[in-house]
């Protein structure tokens, strides 16, 4: 059975940094684009960040662009998320979800995907 567990997340202070994890099980994902999204209360679930999977390539949304790294250790079945520079709008619920095209997942069509990890960002 597949599962992604998502780790990480937390309160922290405007400015602050967070690392989030998620690890895959079931099968090995290192053929796969892994990403992430997340989803503020009230609003849809929107992309954040995708890796292909060598982690050659990685596309970012322009809200979190030189504030957030994606990436990923496939000896692992692992994909990260750095996030620095935090602010209160990147507040929401954080997923990772995978799909063997980084285009398609870049777009919202995965595979599978975690339950979530809270961020809320707030001083």
């Known amino acids: 059975q597949v599962q992604l567990v998502e780790s990480g997340g937390g309160l922290v202070q405007p400015g602050g940094s967070l690392r989030l994890s998620c690890a895959a099980s079931?099968?090995?994902?290192?053929?796969?684009?892994m990403g992430w999204f997340r989803q503020a209360p009230g609003k849809e679930r929107e992309f954040v960040a995708v890796?292909?999977?060598?982690?050659?390539?990685?596309y970012y949304a322009d809200s979190v662009k030189g504030r957030f790294t994606i990436s990923r250790d496939n000896a692992k079945n692992t994909v990260y998320l750095q996030m620095n520079s935090l602010k209160p709008e990147d507040t929401a619920v954080y997923y990772c979800?995978?799909?063997?095209?980084?285009?398609?997942?870049?777009?919202?069509?995965?595979?599978?995907w975690g339950q979530g990890t809270q961020v809320t960002v707030s001083s």
């Open positions: 979800a995978v799909q063997p095209d980084i285009l398609l997942l870049r777009h919202g069509l995965y595979d599978y």
């Open positions: 890796i292909s999977s060598s982690g050659g390539s990685t």
């Open positions: 079931g099968r090995t994902f290192s053929t796969y684009a």
